[in-house]
């Protein structure tokens, strides 16, 4: 019993730092306001303000996004609550995108270089949304069909820029 829980001890301080290192890739995101606004490609508006913290200990990356909180696009409001989390088993940073229409997308999270990239199934298609480092305040932001490296479409081209507060 007493080994049992000197391991379980041991291991504990091993599973939290594996997580926090995985979810490092957000570092220059965090305690941070990103706001960007477009078009998508059917010509609707894009627009949101995004704030980003760690929660839990440094175990979860937590999003906070106003944006169009209506159909017609005239409202501006708190839109969406995401979660972003080291998965231990898949060894892979999955999310959880929750939006006020009672939506959830879910996916998975992983950085090429500085670069930030989440791939989820919307519909029958898979989408990539891409976070391209530019510099510690600006991010090219794409949405779209992203394979083998390319953007084989794209739906939303746009920046997010830091706000200063």
Do not use: C
């Amino acid at each position: 019993m007493k080994n049992t829980v000197l391991l379980v001890l041991f291991w504990i301080p091993i599973l939290t730092i594996g997580q926090s290192s995985a979810l490092s890739i957000f570092d220059n995101l965090i305690d941070k306001t990103w706001k960007a606004e477009g078009n998508w490609g059917d010509g609707s508006k894009f627009k949101q303000e995004i704030k980003v913290s760690y929660s839990l200990d440094n175990t979860i990356v937590v999003v906070n996004s106003i944006g169009f909180i209506d159909k017609k696009q005239t409202k501006l409001g708190v839109r969406n609550h995401g979660i972003r989390q080291f998965d231990q088993q898949s060894k892979q940073i999955k999310f959880w995108e929750f939006d006020v229409f009672g939506g959830l997308t879910q996916g998975i999270v992983f950085s090429k270089g500085k670069n930030i990239i989440y791939q989820y199934t919307y519909g029958e298609s898979t989408v990539t949304d891409m976070w391209e480092y530019v510099d510690d305040s600006t991010y090219n932001f794409k949405v779209g069909d992203y394979k083998d490296g390319e953007w084989k479409q794209l739906y939303l081209s746009t920046q997010f820029i830091e706000i200063r507060e």
